[in-house]
């Protein structure tokens, strides 16, 4: 019978966030969303909520507390043979931030100024 | 005198005497207004029917004494005013009476003035005695019509009073006899005819009165010896009243003498017949005929020439006017020696008199067979006499029956034989029966016979109801025409059944005639049809077993019958519904003319049966006026012929010519036959005749006239003009050299063109103008006319005028709609109906008929397809249409819409150059390009609908270029069509949302082609187009939106993935 042994150490908790979207959040850069780059930013609001800004989309959206948190855990090989695998939990997820709203769109200021359509 | 009743008045008695003491007061000299000519002037002798005036004293005169073998002598006239003979019912009335029938014989000329009528002297020469004949007496006696006596004497007195006086001592004994009487009415009835009386005085001649006055003052002696001989008699009742006519040689003893003596004039000499000559009825007081034979004029110049003679005066003797006015002033002298003797009668006498004469007035009205109309005479009496038809007849009578248990009690034979029943309207001839209610009444109560005037519908009403027991009452609703009224009327009559039976009279039958005259207006009570069917069905819920006889609102228990000319005038509608309606049809020619052919027998008219036929043919059935005109034809010929019905206009009901006799007349070269038209052109022609000789221009300008009288009176110029004008040239008349047309064109037609023109354009100014309207016909009439006439030339009547008219109507809406599809401000603006017919059609069409052979669009090769677009283009800018329906034939055909090439066919012929491609799959390609076409546009302006004005002309372009994409779009080589139609596209001129020519620019292409590829990818993607983006420059990240679901999927994962 193996044992899992979970390394919990509160003062090496890192701050996760977990983002739930209604869309998917794409580019046209060759590297893709792979490449670590600054995609965007999330904003927290005054009033607890946040807003998700890309390119000239703004997606608002809320901190939602999750039901049951979440631990983002990093598989520890054993150190020797015949040791056995532990996990070191990185972080403990207990809300997220749900964008399910429809983006607005952040226009230039000379654009703003153009003659409407309607 | 006077036979003496014991009931005379008192006052009038008094009133009577008075009077007829101020005469006497009066100087007899005195004038009276001498204006006799004038009067007589107007007089006409009316020798009319008369009836023996029983109370009159019989005149006596010295001079017919002496002609006593000369029989009978009508004077002409001794009459009075109507309007006064109403009022006599008074005590003077045998006074008043004989002085009147004497007092106008004054007038010079001895004619009868028109203020008097109908009364007349029958003088009998053998006893000298004159009776005064009246057409109309009153027959009442004091008794009965006691109302009258007050007004009667004073009437009496005043009539009296005119002869005797002056107009001013008229008015002062009128009003002198009005304070004795005491009436006020009286009295200002007095005033009223004082004037009156002055207007009968003036046809005295002063000379006449003043002679007459003298002869009267003179037998006043002698007078008096026989008043006290009269008075004698006065009780003897039986001698008055046989007082009537006695002769006596003795002209001094008349009045007493006479009414002793039995009336002996009247059975002896006169009641027969006379073998010989003509004679006139009368009848005397107990309604006895006595016939008076009429002497000849001769005769009576003879006497009149021996009194003349008799009494020295060769002045009287000249002329028969003077003869006679020696007659009247003998007759003048008796009346005033009359007058004369009354005037001193006692009050007592007079008062006698008065009431005897009163008892003595009962005469029986004259009937004279020929003052009835035959229409009346002739009326059917009985069943069998009716001319209508016989069905009708019988289904009057038969649901007439039908009442019979209802009104009389008794079990009618209809319904005791319910097989043969004949109803028309058979379908509810069942339910009929089941139907019947308590009183077995049929179940329609009301009959509505309905046709056409005069065919007897009322008489078969009446003879019908009295067949059948019941008695009538008429309602003529064109005269009662309120509801209320007719309501009290027709109530009375048909719900007093109990009364009517057991005063033993008649059942009465209600006849309404003239039903459809009633008014629709609506009164309080509704309008009188409605309240008929509410009489007739209200009894029929009555009459339903459950509730009999519900006290006020009472069944209809009689039968009414109404009548109607037109069965379907909207008043009747609810009556039509609920009644039964029998159409009564004009009676056969056949049938009438035996019914004319028995009244001419019965009167003595010779009639040739077909003359008849044709008199019933020409009323139409009409027995009424068939009647009147035979009788007015048989009192001015003796036979009735058809000759007779046609120079007699009476007969004939349309008088008129009618346009096509007219233009036969007009295109008929006459000869003298022809000439039998009109009858002012006979009378000339027989004039001619007698002379001998007729020549051929005579009768051409007797003809010409007769044209003339036609044309004007038919009033027809532009119709009559129009047909000669259509068929002048298909008369075969000879012209050789076209002179004579030519000369009728240039001449007679323009001048009927501008006559007519200047009439129409200001009627009311160019009056003289409108007699010319005639000569251009006749000059038709000389030019074209032919011995043949209309029987040759296939003449029609004129309708090209209406054709053309029409015609024009047709070509300015098709004109007027392709006007309202131009499109542009500016051309609608310019655009008239003058400008498109003439300038704008005829280059349009020519732009619509381009060379187009091929029907397949693929085949179209480069020239043709530009030709097929332009044509596209163009039909669009216009907004015509190709719409496919069937031709005659029933082949499916593309017509232009609106079709504008109509325009230019003359008369349905086909255009003489192809309008359009002609031939079908063309039209079809045409077609079908069009819609295409028209749908691009559509969608182009709707999208473009909110953008602004470059962005419109854009989209504009852009949607042709779609379109033209989608039209030429080849599998095979896409590229290079599109290009080829891109090159084609720069070419077009296409206009902008105002109407201006767009040019298409590259520009505006390319600008637009950028987005539009880069939009491609992100097509399939939604909102957030990348073209924001890209005016960002420089994001290149965006968030995909997902609408309306979730990606997110919940998937099992075990432990031992963890692992």
């Known amino acids: ?118 | 005198m006077h036979p003496t009743n014991d009931s005379g008045d008192f006052g009038n008695a008094l009133l009577s005497s008075s009077l007829l003491r101020a005469p006497s007061s009066l100087p007899p000299q005195k004038p009276a207004a001498a204006n006799s000519g004038a009067q007589g002037a107007g007089m006409s002798s009316r020798l009319q029917p008369a009836d023996v005036f029983p109370d009159t004293y019989d005149e006596e005169d010295d001079c017919m004494e002496d002609s006593a073998s000369n029989g009978l002598t009508l004077l002409p006239t001794a009459q009075y005013s109507d309007d006064e003979d109403e009022d006599d019912g008074g005590g003077l009335q045998g006074i008043y009476h004989s002085l009147n029938a004497l007092l106008p014989k004054h007038a010079p000329n001895a004619a009868t003035s028109s203020v008097f009528a109908d009364a007349r002297v029958v003088c009998d020469p053998h006893t000298g005695q004159a009776t005064l004949l009246r057409s109309t007496p009153t027959p009442f006696s004091m008794d009965e019509r006691g109302d009258e006596y007050d007004l009667s004497p004073a009437d009496a007195a005043l009539k009296l009073t005119r002869v005797l006086t002056e107009p001013l001592d008229a008015v002062r004994e009128g009003q002198h006899i009005a304070n004795i009487i005491g009436h006020k009415s009286v009295a200002s009835e007095m005033k009223d005819k004082a004037g009156l009386a002055a207007r009968s005085l003036a046809i005295f001649g002063p000379e006449e009165q003043y002679r007459a006055y003298q002869a009267a003052i003179d037998r006043q002696a002698q007078l008096d010896e026989e008043m006290a001989h009269s008075k004698r008699q006065k009780h003897d009742h039986s001698a008055a009243t046989e007082s009537l006519v006695s002769p006596l040689p003795n002209p001094i003893s008349t009045a007493s003498a006479r009414s002793r003596e039995p009336q002996q004039f009247g059975h002896s000499k006169y009641s027969l017949p006379p073998e010989s000559g003509d004679f006139i009825t009368c009848r005397n007081a107990r309604g006895k005929s006595l016939y008076f034979a009429l002497r000849s004029d001769i005769d009576l110049s003879k006497q009149a020439d021996r009194i003349a003679s008799l009494r020295g005066d060769a002045r009287m003797s000249s002329s028969q006017v003077n003869r006679v006015v020696a007659d009247i002033e003998t007759e003048l002298d008796t009346a005033l020696a009359l007058r004369d003797s009354e005037r001193d009668m006692e009050m007592l006498d007079l008062a006698d008199t008065i009431t005897s004469t009163q008892s003595t007035r009962s005469i029986p009205k004259p009937v004279l067979a020929e003052s009835r109309l035959w229409v009346d005479k002739y009326r059917a009496q009985t069943f069998l006499d009716l001319v209508s038809d016989e069905r009708t007849n019988r289904a009057v009578m038969q649901w007439l029956k039908e009442w019979d248990f209802c009104v009389f009690g008794r079990e009618s034979a209809a319904a005791k034989r319910p097989p043969t029943h004949a109803r028309s309207s058979t379908k509810d001839s069942a339910v009929h029966f089941e139907n019947k209610d308590k009183w077995k009444r049929p179940q329609r109560r009301i009959l509505l016979l309905s046709g056409p005037p005069g065919l007897g519908k009322t008489t078969l009403a009446h003879v019908v109801a009295r067949q059948a027991g019941y008695g009538t009452v008429e309602i003529n609703a064109s005269d009662d025409r309120t509801a209320a009224k007719i309501k009290d009327r027709v109530l009375g009559v048909t719900q007093t059944h109990s009364v009517g039976m057991t005063a033993g009279s008649k059942p009465q039958l209600l006849i309404i005639d003239e039903v459809d005259g009633a008014s629709a207006a609506q009164s309080a009570q509704g309008d009188f049809i409605s309240m008929l069917v509410k009489l007739a069905t209200n009894a029929e819920e009555k009459g339903a077993p459950t509730k009999k006889r519900r006290g006020d609102q009472r069944p209809l228990l009689r039968p009414i019958i109404c009548i109607c000319n037109n069965v379907y005038a909207p008043v009747l509608r609810p009556l039509r519904q609920i009644a039964q309606c029998y159409h009564v049809y004009p009676p056969t020619s056949a049938r009438l003319a035996k019914r004319l052919e028995e009244v001419c027998e019965t009167e003595g008219v010779a009639a040739d049966s077909w003359g008849l036929v044709e008199l019933a043919k020409q009323n139409e059935g009409d027995i009424r006026s068939c009647l009147n005109s035979l009788q007015i034809i048989s009192a001015r010929a003796q036979k009735v012929d058809s000759d007779c019905l046609k120079t007699a206009s009476i007969g004939v009901k349309d008088v008129q010519r009618s346009l096509f006799a007219i233009w036969a007349m007009l295109f008929t070269r006459p000869d003298a036959s022809s000439l039998t038209f009109s009858r002012s052109a006979r009378s000339s022609l027989g004039k001619r005749n007698a002379n001998g000789h007729m020549g051929n221009a005579s009768i051409d300008r007797e003809y010409s006239r007769m044209i003339l009288d036609s044309i004007r009176s038919s009033g027809e110029h532009e119709r009559l003009m129009q047909g000669c004008f259509e068929n002048y040239l298909r008369m075969e008349f000879r012209d050789l050299t076209h002179t004579k047309v030519s000369s009728l064109c240039s001449d007679w037609f323009e001048f009927y063109d501008l006559v007519d023109t200047t009439c129409r354009k200001n009627p009311s100014g160019s009056e003289g103008l409108f007699a010319y309207l005639d000569y251009p016909l006749l000059a038709v009439h000389r030019t074209c006319s032919t011995p043949m006439g209309l029987s040759r030339g296939d003449f029609e009547y004129p309708h090209s005028e209406f054709e053309a008219f029409q015609g024009r109507q047709a070509a300015l809406g098709i004109i007027q709609s392709l006007m309202s599809s131009a499109t542009s401000a500016r051309t609608q603006s310019t655009l008239t109906v003058n400008v498109v017919a003439l300038d704008l059609l005829d280059y349009l069409l020519h732009i619509l008929s381009p060379q187009l052979v091929t029907s397949n669009k693929h085949l179209l090769k480069g020239e043709e397809r530009n030709r097929l677009y332009r044509l596209v283009e163009v039909m669009n800018a216009w907004e015509l249409s190709l719409v496919q329906n069937k031709d005659d034939n029933g082949q499916f055909i593309y017509r232009l819409e609106p079709p504008i090439d109509r325009l230019f066919g003359f008369t349905a012929q086909r255009p003489s150059r192809p309008i359009m491609p002609m031939r079908y799959p063309v039209r079809q390609l045409v077609s079908q390009e069009l819609e295409i076409l028209r749908v691009a546009h559509l969608a182009a302006k709707s999208s473009t609908e909110p953008s602004d004005i470059s962005g419109a002309a854009d989209a504009k372009e852009l949607s042709k270029r779609d379109y033209l994409t989608k039209l030429f779009a080849d599998p095979l080589a896409p590229a290079k069509k599109c290009h080829a139609v891109d090159g084609e596209g720069d070419e077009l001129s296409v206009k902008d949302f105002f109407g201006r020519i767009v040019t298409k620019k590259k520009a505006s292409a390319s600008l637009l082609g950028g987005p539009n590829k880069e939009a491609g990818k992100a097509r399939d993607g939604v909102g957030a187009s990348s073209r924001a983006g890209d005016s960002m420059g420089r994001s290149h990240e965006w968030f995909h939106f997902f609408e309306g679901f979730s990606n997110a999927v919940s998937k099992p994962t075990q432990v031992k993935e963890l692992l």
């Open chain 1, 1 to 118: 019978m193996s044992q899992i042994e979970f390394a919990y150490d509160k003062a090496k908790l890192r701050e996760f966030c977990l983002i739930e979207t209604q869309g998917s959040l794409e580019t046209d850069r060759p590297g893709g969303l792979r490449g670590q780059q600054r995609f965007g930013q999330i904003e927290r609001l005054a009033d607890g909520k946040v807003q998700m800004l890309v390119g000239v989309h703004r997606v608002p959206g809320s901190v939602v507390q999750l039901k049951k948190p979440l631990a983002v855990l990093i598989k520890q090989p054993p150190a020797e043979e015949g040791g056995d695998t532990s996990y070191r939990i990185e972080a403990i997820i207990r809300d997220k931030f749900m964008f399910k709203v429809r983006p607005d769109v952040i226009l230039q200021q000379e654009l703003v100024n153009m003659p409407s359509v309607s």
